[in-house]
T-cell receptor, first 113, second 111 residues
Framework: NAGVTQTPKFQVLKTGQSMTLQCAQD?????MSWYRQDPGMGLRLIHY???????DQGEVPNGYNVSRSTTEDFPLRLLSAAPSQTSVYFC????????????FGPGTRLTVT | RKEVEQDPGPFNVPEGATVAFNCTYS??????FFWYRQDCRKEPKLLMS???SGNEDGRFTAQLNRASQYISLLIRDSKLSDSATYLC????????????FGSGTRLSIRP
């Protein structure tokens, strides 16, 4: 099992560019989430999905879109990058509801200039 | 008030010492609780779940105090390898879709 994989590991964008952060898991998990982590702010939930075809907004969804066409993949799209989106992005998956462990991908370090 | 609050530290303790952190949560209906560990520039990984009856795993003990709405993590006989950031995680809702992470407590163990 590869677990949760994310690509790319690093990315530099110019303001206004768009891009997609990829996330995939091979554990057949229903729940998948995207977080951003900024110094002193902890992990903040951007979007999440409870199954293929179902997505919902988290705490900080503005400027990001997601889709979940398959159980395995949960890409995060930045529509028009802004310097405020400079952060480390983590994708996570979980096998069930309450009490289940979240598995995180290795993260994508994004810088927007 | 933040939903989950942690002392950011850093806690700087000598090897072999015992150290404890607390994490407070605001929603009394919170259902499940965890401690995660995050090494520098790495992803968070589950350290242990926190049960109502407490939970012990080797040198690590986690406790839940529902009356005062906090969870705690105790590390005994600390090792250099325990140096990391410890994240408190709380599920404030009946569904686990929107779990909340604390901003973490930094621990540094010195020789």
């Amino acid at each position: 099992n590869a677990g949760v994989t994310q690509t790319p590991k690093f990315q530099v964008l110019k303001t206004g560019q768009s891009m997609t952060l990829q996330c995939a898991q091979d554990m057949n998990h229903e729940y998948m989430s995207w977080y951003r982590q900024d110094p002193g702010m902890g992990l903040r939930l951007i979007h999440y999905s409870v199954g293929a075809g179902i997505t919902d907004q988290g705490e900080v969804p503005n400027g990001y879109n997601v889709s979940r066409s398959t159980t395995e993949d949960f890409p995060l799209r930045l529509l028009s990058a802004a310097p405020s989106q400079t952060s480390v992005y983590f994708c996570a998956s979980r096998g069930g509801d309450l009490g289940y462990e979240q598995y995180f991908g290795p993260g994508t370090r994004l810088t927007v200039t | 008030r933040k939903e989950v609050e942690q002392d950011p530290g850093p806690f700087n303790v000598p090897e072999g010492a015992t150290v404890a952190f607390n994490c407070t949560y605001s929603n009394s209906a919170s259902q499940s609780f965890f401690w995660y560990r995050q090494d520098c520039r790495k992803e968070p990984k589950l350290l242990m779940s926190v049960y109502s009856s407490g939970n012990e795993d080797g040198r690590f003990t986690a406790q839940l105090n529902r009356a005062s709405q906090y969870i705690s993590l105790l590390i005994r006989d600390s090792k250099l390898s325990d140096s990391a950031t410890y994240l408190c995680v709380v599920n404030p809702y009946s569904s686990a879709s929107k779990i909340i992470f604390g901003s973490g407590t930094r621990l540094s163990i010195r020789p």
